[in-house]
């Protein structure tokens, strides 16, 4: 199914960014920089982020130490990052 319209993303290319990726991606931003393309419209965002928690399953809010999903970013990053998103999907 196409999630992206702007960048023809489908939900499989979305599962493969996160299952491929060496960081820890959380938000929508960062499968966009996995799969060498931006934000558009930012319709979308909503459901990537959904794809991802499903894509993490239990990893998705907290991960274990050693598990490979482990996310090291600052916390004022992620802050930022979901504040971008929520007012592009607004």
């Known amino acids: 199914m196409i999630v992206c319209s702007c960048n023809v993303l489908s939900d499989d290319d979305i599962r493969a960014a996160v299952a491929e990726s060496d960081d820890a991606v959380r938000h929508a931003k960062q499968v966009y920089g996995c799969l060498g393309c931006n934000a558009e ?20 809010k907290k991960c274990c130490a050693g598990c490979p999903h482990t996310y090291t970013g600052a916390a004022n990053d992620e802050t930022a990052e979901l ?3 929520a ?3 607004c």
């Open 41 to 60: 419209c930012g319709r979308c965002a909503r459901s990537i982020k959904t794809i991802i928690d499903e894509a993490l399953g239990p990893c998705a």
């Open 83 to 85: 504040a971008e998103f």
């Open 87 to 89: 007012l592009a999907a």
